[in-house]
């Protein structure tokens, strides 16, 4: 019986070890699970992330990043809808720059002369996490009038600057 005991630990003992240590001889920590904002280190294509964005796909407001012509249109319910173009600033980061607004929401008294807008001064930010996350850091638009930007409050979560964004099934439309 003693001995029985004695096998039955060193088998947990064995097992425990092949647990925690790898094929090569590296001890495994446990892995916590990583902040969505440094899990990428591959460059991801904008053709693979191209498609609609939410921070819930049952959410109504939604980009769409098109690869085609390296673009955003925000979908922003009682706030705006906007167009942005894509610059690439480094591995899997972007800024996106305003173009116009489609006419597709009212806007607010402050955005309807464009003109006021400064489309050399980034509007949000966003890193690709992998095919299916991105982080959108938003800065809001840059009202040349009085030199200060203005609608600063995220799209997807005012409370917010940065957010995680999903990637939508393609059945989902803006």
Known sequence: MKKLKTMRKTLLTIGMSLFLFSYDGQRKEKQPSLPLE???TSEISVKTIEGVWSSSCKARNRVYISSVITSAQFTVLERFSMN????KMGTNKYELYFTDFPPIIPLPKEMKNWDNMDRKKPVGYFEVIDESRINLTWFGFY???TGK???TENPFNHKEKTVHLIK???TITL
């Open 149 to 151: 930007y203005i609608q």
């Open 38 to 40: 440094k899990k990428a």
């Open 168 to 170: 939508c099934p393609d």
């Open 84 to 87: 942005a173009d894509l610059k």
């Open 143 to 145: 009202y040349k009038k």
